[in-house]
């Protein structure tokens, strides 16, 4: 049924099995672009990066701690840098739009989220040659459902308790919506559009909430890096992090310091 349901209307059976259901043809179109082609591994960043850029980093970590995958450090922590541009310009630009269908909102968000974008596709224009290395294998299965629905349930769960947060307790906010967006950005940045579209925050607020999801999404790469034993990849990926992070922290100090931000 499409109707909330439970305390505070947290729960709608019906937006919970759509998740579900786009979750998995994003997770089947990874593995379609790997399976056509051996040179596909930027369009499985893009399409992984459109769900969880956390995700896709942990598994190019994989790939890179594979011996089959010795020299490609770089190339594969490039490619965990070009996931920051679905993070940015869908997972929070379009996210923040689409929930609250509010064009103040979607210009505010739109500066850090241009940022990161611009920088992140700029890096990867300028070592194209190195982005699609050959050889990379497809995940084992096309539909890994118990991702799939740890996707849908984390998604629920981060929205749940950040309205239920808004209501009780709204000076923690910031923490709870930091926190969700290090294990899901796109999932944090729906639970603060929801809490616009019901008059809970202020646009300001909402702008302030999706770009701390957005510095969150992308900082929390540098420490993730560590997991990776090449040391080509943790290099890159520290200094592309520092670079994508200080370009969110300058464009939003931007547009807060232009008159009416």
């Given at each position: 049924p499409d109707r909330f349901v439970g305390p505070y209307g947290i729960f709608n059976p019906f937006q919970f099995w759509l998740v579900v259901i786009v979750v998995s043809l994003i997770f089947f179109g990874q593995y379609m672009t790997l399976r056509v082609s051996r040179r596909g591994l930027p369009a499985f960043t893009i399409i992984g990066g459109l769900l969880s850029s956390t995700?896709?980093?942990?598994?190019l970590i994989d790939l890179a701690n594979?011996?089959?995958?010795?020299?490609?450090g770089r190339p594969l922590a490039l490619n965990a840098l070009l996931s920051n541009v679905p993070l940015a310009l869908v997972q929070v630009l379009a996210a923040?739009?689409?929930?609250?269908?509010?064009?103040?909102i979607a210009a505010l968000v739109a500066a850090p989220a241009a940022?990161?974008?611009?920088l992140a596709l700029g890096v990867a224009?300028?070592?194209?040659?190195?982005?699609?290395?050959?050889?990379i294998e497809p995940p084992a299965t096309p539909l890994p459902l118990l991702r799939i629905l740890e996707f849908a349930v984390l998604l629920f769960v981060i929205t749940a308790v950040s309205k239920a947060v808004a209501l009780v307790e709204p000076s923690y906010l910031p923490l709870v919506t930091f926190a969700g967006a290090l294990a899901?950005?796109?999932?944090?940045v729906i639970a603060v559009g929801?809490?616009?579209s019901h008059g809970l925050v202020t646009a300001r607020v909402a702008f302030e909430l999706a770009t701390l999801a957005l510095a969150a999404g992308v900082a929390e790469k540098a420490p993730?890096?560590?997991?990776?034993?090449?040391?080509?990849?943790?290099?890159?990926?520290?200094?592309?992090?520092?670079?994508?992070?200080?370009?969110?922290?300058a464009a939003s100090l931007a547009v807060l310091l232009l008159p009416g931000g």
């Amino acid at each position: 049924p499409d109707r909330f349901v439970g305390p505070y209307g947290i729960f709608n059976p019906f937006q919970f099995w759509l998740v579900v259901i786009v979750v998995s043809l994003i997770f089947f179109g990874q593995y379609m672009t790997l399976r056509v082609s051996r040179r596909g591994l930027p369009a499985f960043t893009i399409i992984g990066g459109l769900l969880s850029s956390t995700t896709v980093t942990l598994n190019l970590i994989d790939l890179a701690n594979h011996e089959r995958a010795r020299g490609l450090g770089r190339p594969l922590a490039l490619n965990a840098l070009l996931s920051n541009v679905p993070l940015a310009l869908v997972q929070v630009l379009a996210a923040a739009y689409f929930t609250t269908y509010s064009p103040a909102i979607a210009a505010l968000v739109a500066a850090p989220a241009a940022a990161v974008t611009a920088l992140a596709l700029g890096v990867a224009a300028w070592r194209r040659r190195e982005l699609s290395p050959v050889g990379i294998e497809p995940p084992a299965t096309p539909l890994p459902l118990l991702r799939i629905l740890e996707f849908a349930v984390l998604l629920f769960v981060i929205t749940a308790v950040s309205k239920a947060v808004a209501l009780v307790e709204p000076s923690y906010l910031p923490l709870v919506t930091f926190a969700g967006a290090l294990a899901n950005a796109l999932s944090a940045v729906i639970a603060v559009g929801q809490l616009a579209s019901h008059g809970l925050v202020t646009a300001r607020v909402a702008f302030e909430l999706a770009t701390l999801a957005l510095a969150a999404g992308v900082a929390e790469k540098a420490p993730l890096s560590l997991l990776a034993k090449d040391g080509d990849f943790r290099k890159a990926m520290a200094l592309g992090t520092a670079a994508l992070t200080t370009a969110i922290v300058a464009a939003s100090l931007a547009v807060l310091l232009l008159p009416g931000g």
